[in-house]
């Protein structure tokens, strides 16, 4: 038996969606608010029976593997391992030829990692253990969040992880070591990114370590007080939560997440008991966050610092956040002392100051009345720092509130709020879209990710089938009918495309589909990239379409109504096959 067939037999589709979503009984299946795409009714429907789900919104499917993909934001490696967990299953790989280039730059990191947290117990380290210590940091948690230190040398890391059998090109690409200069240290050709830093492992969402923060310990006024990995092929900076790893369990019981902007906050926050708190961890907050946290709860509260870059940081994090469809609250934590500073000297009170968050748009305003000397500039105040948060809502009675309320504790009149609002209204653009475009492109998005994910599949089947002496499907069948599908053309660009990670689609491939029923599974995948075709050509009709109305072309218009019928019918078939 797999592990794939293995980790299935002893998790339902259910009970794994479950502990994401809430789930409602439909007959013999169950239905949910899909987590992939905002909506008020529930269009996710889970096939007990089948094993698997599908949004009738925007197309999202799959089984447990490829939920837990999407919604942690891993690759299949990730998801079998988060599962492979839950199931309590053990995954051993037998084929160490088929170790893909991301599995040996995950070793890497891993092996760094140990290195750090050896380096820092040394004897002649005890200097930066009392630091730690006189943060308010436990020896518990330094050894639960893997903290380390990186030596004031120029070579250390990368000699070490040389003699643990890994390429030069392995570990740049990790993000550990740099290409020195022609003029520094002549024959040297790399030195180590981190020296002289406590070091901070980065984990993606099941635990994996994908990067390190690293804070200077004795600042010489030169260097950054904290540098992070740069964006590697395991580590983009814009889609990676600090702590999410270790927050999940606690933000599924507390219903909430907590955001705080550095490393101490959060680690001294989970010391504290408060471990629904993620980090930003030295980045901006960005849509790819705020989706990553609506996909786990829809409650957000920003706790970072009170002064005027932490407030602006909060607000602008804020505005995103309301786009995303989350209710946002902000702490309000004394002035001049930050989350960290707070925990250290009052981690008992730190639950009352989350407790006691006021909704951002109280909170901002807040801020600009306790900030704004002269009452001339209120108006402009409210425009640029209240108004964004109002235009995102979903409700008129909602923004009503809030306009009232800005009225009465500014004196301004309410019709004078309401004028300037729909003006402002009128001319926002977030990003630089306009009307709907922002959720069109979203949708394309979306759909291509899948269909994307499922030729993932199929091009992974047939390659590690064509590396078994007696392939167990009829490999030309499968190109013939791919091909079909997705053109000859297409097929030739989804080869170039996939090339580089032959290795890697054959081995994940081989574990997920290694079953007497792979011919059966490959079928569902063409039904399911068939109708993603489908889907796709019918939104090129239907663009075809508005251009026939505008230009009157009655006879276009009825040949275009056709095809779309049909394109309709074709996908309707599909989908209740």
């Not at 067939?5 to 809430?22: A, F, N, Q, T």
């Not at 169950?30 to 925007?58: D, Q, V």
């Not at 943060?135 to 250390?156: C, K, Q, S, V």
């Not at 909060?314 to 707070?342: C, F, H, M, Q």
């Amino acid at each position: 038996m797999s592990h794939v067939e293995e980790i299935k037999e002893k998790l339902s589709v259910e009970d794994v969606l479950g502990s994401y979503l809430k789930l409602e009984k439909a007959g013999a299946s169950f239905k949910a608010l899909c987590p992939f795409h905002h909506e008020k009714t529930a269009s996710f429907f889970i096939s007990p029976a089948r094993g698997t789900y599908y949004c009738f919104g925007c197309g999202m499917k799959g089984d447990i593997f490829s939920f837990v993909e999407e919604f942690e934001g891993v690759d299949f490696k990730g998801a079998l391992k988060i599962l492979a967990e839950k199931a309590g299953v053990k995954i051993v790989f037998e084929n160490p030829k088929l170790k893909s280039e991301k599995d040996r730059l995950f070793a890497c990191l891993e092996e760094a990692t140990t290195f750090f947290s050896e380096t820092l117990n040394r004897e002649e380290n005890g200097k930066i253990r009392e630091y730690l210590k006189g943060r308010g940091l436990t020896p518990e948690t330094i050894l639960e969040w893997h903290i380390g230190f990186a030596p004031l040398d120029w070579h250390p890391v990368h000699s070490y992880l040389k003699q643990k059998g890994y390429t030069d090109s392995e570990i740049e690409k990790a993000g550990l070591i740099k290409r020195a200069e022609a003029s520094h240290e002549k024959g040297v050709r790399f030195y180590d990114r981190f020296r002289g830093r406590i070091m901070f492992p980065i984990n993606d969402s099941s635990g994996r370590v994908i990067g390190f923060s690293g804070r200077i310990f004795q600042d010489d006024g030169k260097s950054a007080k904290y540098i992070n990995s740069p964006e590697t092929e395991l580590y983009l900076k814009s889609s990676v939560l600090f702590g999410l790893d270790k927050a999940k369990s606690a933000i599924r019981q507390e219903g909430e997440i907590i955001l705080v902007e550095g490393q101490m906050d959060i680690i001294l926050s989970h010391q504290a008991g408060v471990r629904n708190t993620v980090a930003l961890s030295g980045t901006a907050f960005t849509e790819s966050h705020a989706k990553i946290i609506h996909r786990f709860s829809n409650r957000l509260i920003l706790a970072f610092d009170p002064d005027s870059a932490g407030v602006k940081a909060a607000r602008r994090s804020a505005v995103i956040a309301l786009r995303e469809g989350l209710e946002v609250k902000a702490a309000l934590l004394p002035s001049g002392v930050d989350p960290a500073d707070y925990i250290l000297h009052n981690s008992k009170k730190w639950k009352d100051i989350l407790a006691n968050s006021v909704n951002i748009v109280h909170f901002s305003l807040a801020q600009i009345l306790s900030s704004t000397a002269q009452k001339s500039n209120l108006p402009n105040e409210i425009k640029e720092n209240i108004f964004p948060f109002l235009y995102p809502l979903g409700s008129s009675m909602e923004r009503s509130q809030y306009i009232q309320e800005i009225a009465k504790k500014t004196g301004i009149s309410e019709n004078a709020i309401i004028e300037d609002y729909r003006k402002a209204e009128r001319s926002y653009e977030p990003e630089g879209e306009t009307g709907n475009q922002g959720v069109i492109r979203e949708k394309k998005l979306e759909e291509k990710s899948h269909r994307n994910l499922v030729e993932r599949r199929i091009y992974g089947i047939l390659l590690w089938q064509n590396s078994l002496g007696a392939p167990s499907i009829d490999v030309k069948r499968v190109e013939e009918t791919l091909k079909n599908i997705i053109g000859a053309p297409g097929f030739e660009k989804m080869t170039d495309f996939f090339a580089p990670n032959k290795n890697e689609l054959a081995s994940e491939a081989e574990v997920l589909y290694n079953t007497a029923n792979t011919a059966e599974d490959l079928e569902e995948l063409f039904m399911h990239l068939e109708q993603d075709y489908l889907k796709g050509n019918l939104a090129i009709e239907i663009e075809k379409l508005s251009l026939a109305e505008k230009n009157t072309d009655k006879d276009q218009i009825a040949e275009i109504l056709k095809r779309c019928k049909e394109l309709g019918e074709r996908i309707q078939k599909l989908v209740t096959k």
